[in-house]
C-alpha cells in the first residue's frame, strides 16, 4: 500500500479475503469486501448474513458494515459507496482488486462502486495478490502436506472399492465417506472443514473407460467395466489447502498398448520432475515432458500443458506452461501431471503435488505410480 | 441479436454457454467462448482439453477454434482475436456479456479482446440472458420437478441416518451416496450427472447445534448432539438443473422456545407461499414473511431476504427482496426460505422449491414440514 501511495485497500474477491483475514465465506451474489487502511484493523463490508460467521471465524477483522440483503431497498453498492464516504475515502486513492466493486455473479446487477463514488480515485492493482500467493509459508506447505496425507488415504479406498459394476459415483462416494469419517476421527476436535461438504474425497470425474480420453469428463452414465481405464483425483481440505493427487489406474491386465502409453506417459511425468527447481523456468518443466511425447510420437495425444499452482484454490499460478517464462522459486507448489488422450481409447494422467525446494523439488504427494500397483485384478 | 443489430455475439459465461448450447464444462483459468452468428451453428472458442467433450456432449455447435493451453506461446486471447478477424468481425459489431473476453478466475491474466481487436466494437449486452432465464420452459419445469424428486430421498436418507455421535459430513455422505446408487438404479442407462460428483445430494452445510444460527456457517468440528437444531439442504442434478429443500430437524423433543421460533417460521414461509402468484412482486412476498417476524417481535433474528430463483444455478434471479420490485409471472421458479437465527442458540429455516403459476404457485418440492415429523427422537 504504501509504495503505491494508496489511502486504503479494498479486496473483493472470496479467497482473497481468505487469504488476508481467514475468513471463509460463500460467494454469491451478495457483494463482500475488506477494506485495509493504513492503520489498525482491516473494515468488512458485506451481507448481514455473513456478520456472526465473520466474528466467529477470525480476530483479524475489525468492524463489519452490513446491509440486509441483495438488491435491498437502497443497493449494497450504494451503501459501500456510503460507508467509504463515512469513513473518510469519499475523495481517496483507493487501490483494489476489482473497481466495480463486486464479482457480479448469479445475476447480480449494480452500478460500479467506482461511478457511484465518483470523485474517489480507484486504481486496479490485484495483481501483486496473485505475487503474494505464488510462493508459500511454511505454514501454508504445512497444511498442503497434511493435505496430502488424507489425499492419499481417500486414493486408497478409491482404490480399494473400485469394481466392475459400480458406477464411478459411487465408489468416489464410498471412499470420500470412509476417508472423511478416518481424518475426523484421527485429528479430532480441532478439525474443521474450511470449504464444506467434504473433508477427504477422491473420484474420477467421469474418466472413466473411452472418457478418460476426454481431461475434464465430468461424468459418465455407465458403470465401471473389465477393461476400463480409469484416471482419477483425489485431495482433502487442511485449513482452507488442498493438493493434488491423480493416478492412472486399469480395470484387468492392461493390453500392450495400454501399458504403452502408461509408460510414456510416467516418463513424461518424470521429465517434468527431473527439471522441476530454482532458475528453471515453468516453461522448461512443460517442455521437457512434451518433448517426451514429441520423441515417443504421441505429440497428437496431448491436450494440456504440464501442471499448475495449488493452495487455496485447485489452480492457480504459476502455470507449468510452453509459453511461461516465469522463474521457478522455492516455495512455489504445483501439480506435474503431463497426459496423452485418444479419442475412442483411453487417457493416461498421473498428478503428483510437488514443492520447489532450494535443492530442487520435494514430493509432497506420495501414493504408488507403477502400472502394477495401479492394475486392478 | 436482430434488435440491436450485432453483426455478432460472443457468450463468455459457462453457464450461459450450457444454457445455449447444451455443453457444460468446469471453468477454470482457461477462457472459452461461443460466437453465435447470424446464420449457421454457433462457433466454439476455447481450450483443446474442451474440443473432443464440446463434440461428445452437443450437436448445436459447428466449428472449434482452440489453442493448446494457458498462457501459451501465443496467448489465448490473441487467438481469439485472429480467428474472430478470420471469420470477418475485425470490424464488426459484437454484442457480448463481456467485452474483455475472459472471466478472469484462478489469476487469470491477459489484455482484454476489446483492447486487442481495438476496431471491432465490442457492446455489453449480457442482461437479455438472465432476462430470457428467468422465465423457465415446459422442459426445464419438468427437469427441477424431477430434480425435487430425488432430493425428496436424499433428504429422507438424512433423516433417518441422522444419529448423535455421527458428524454431519458422514450423514450427509451417507445419504448422498445412497440417494445417488437409488437414482442411478431406478433412472438407468440414459442418466448421467452434468455437473458432476454427486446425482442426488443432502447435507447440512455446518448448520448443526449453535451453528445453525449462522445461515452460510459451511463446516462445525463437532458430532451431532441431542438438542441440535439442524439446518438441512438436499437437491438433485437432473440435465444441469437442480431444486432446493431444506428444513429445520430438531434431535430429541423440542423445548417450548424451539417450538415457539419454528413455528413463527413456518408462519413467515406460509405467508410468503401465499403472496406468490403472478401480478405481485419479490418485494411482496419477502414483505409478506417480513411481516410475520415483524409482528412475533422476532425482526432482529433475521439475517437474509426470502428467496431467490432456482435453475442451472443454485441462487439465480428473481431475488424475492423487499428492494425487489420485478413482477412475478407464471414460469419463474423460486425457493421460499424465510428464516430467523439466534446467535448462540439456533437457527430456524425450511425451503421450498416453488413454481409460479397462472392460478398461483406450485409446490415442487414435498417433503413434510411440520415439527413432529422433522424431531428426531
Chains 1, 2 share one sequence.
Not at 456478520?51 to 459501500?80: C, I, N, W
Not at 521429465?271 to 517442455?287: E, H, R, S, Y
Not at 501442471?307 to 507449468?320: A, V
Not at 483411453?346 to 502394477?372: F, I, K, N
Amino acid at each position: 500500500m504504501q509504495e503505491e501511495e494508496f489511502d486504503a485497500y479494498l479486496i473483493t474477491s472470496g479467497v482473497s479475503i481468505f487469504y488476508f483475514s481467514n475468513f471463509y465465506h460463500m460467494v454469491t451474489e451478495r457483494p463482500a469486501a475488506l477494506l485495509v487502511e493504513p492503520d489498525g484493523k482491516p473494515i468488512f463490508m458485506g451481507p448481514l448474513l455473513e456478520a456472526d460467521h465473520l466474528r466467529e471465524q477470525t480476530k483479524v477483522v475489525g468492524d463489519s458494515y452490513t446491509y440486509l440483503d441483495y438488491p435491498g431497498e437502497e443497493h449494497p453498492m450504494k451503501k459501500f459507496a456510503k460507508w467509504l464516504s463515512e469513513l473518510g475515502y469519499e475523495k481517496a486513492k483507493i487501490g483494489t482488486d476489482n473497481p466495480s466493486g463486486a464479482g457480479g455473479t448469479m445475476g447480480y446487477v449494480g452500478d460500479p462502486l467506482n461511478e457511484i463514488l465518483d470523485e474517489a480515485d480507484f486504481v486496479k492493482d490485484g495483481q501483486f495478490i496473485w505475487d503474494m500467493r505464488l510462493i508459500k509459508s511454511k505454514e501454508e506447505i504445512a497444511l498442503i502436506k497434511e493435505s496430502a496425507k488424507w489425499g492419499n488415504l481417500a486414493h486408497q479406498y478409491l482404490q480399494e472399492y473400485t469394481t466392475p459394476g459400480l458406477w464411478d459415483l459411487e465408489i468416489s462416494l464410498m471412499a470420500t465417506l470412509d476417508a472423511t469419517s478416518a481424518m475426523k476421527r484421527t485429528l479430532g476436535s480441532d478439525y474443521i472443514t474450511v470449504k464444506g461438504t467434504r473433508a477427504a474425497s477422491a473420484g474420477f470425474r467421469g474418466q472413466v473407460g473411452w472418457k478418460s480420453a476426454i481431461p475434464h469428463s465430468i461424468s459418465i452414465n455407465r458403470f465401471i467395466q473389465e477393461g476400463d481405464v480409469l484416471v482419477t483425483g483425489a485431495g482433502a481440505d487442511v485449513g482452507g489447502y488442498g493438493s493434488e493427487l491423480e493416478r492412472t489406474m486399469i480395470v484387468g491386465n492392461p493390453n500392450s498398448k495400454q501399458e504403452r502409453l502408461f509408460k510414456v506417459m510416467m516418463r513424461a511425468q518424470n521429465a517434468a520432475v527431473d527439471a522441476l527447481k530454482p532458475g528453471t523456468t515453468c516453461a522448461d518443466v512443460d517442455k521437457a515432458a512434451n518433448k517426451v511425447f514429441r520423441e515417443a510420437g504421441y505429440w497428437d495425444l496431448v491436450r494440456h500443458h504440464t501442471g499448475h499452482g495449488i493452495g487455496i484454490q485447485g489452480h492457480e499460478p504459476p502455470y507449468l506452461d510452453q509459453g511461461n517464462d516465469k522463474e521457478l522459486e522455492p516455495g512455489m507448489v504445483v501439480s506435474i501431471e503431463p497426459g496423452i488422450y485418444e479419442l475412442g481409447s483411453a487417457g493416461y494422467r498421473h498428478s503428483d503435488t510437488l514443492l520447489v525446494t532450494q535443492g530442487g523439488c520435494e514430493w509432497l504427494t506420495y501414493y504408488p505410480r507403477d502400472l502394477d500397483s495401479l492394475t486392478i485384478i
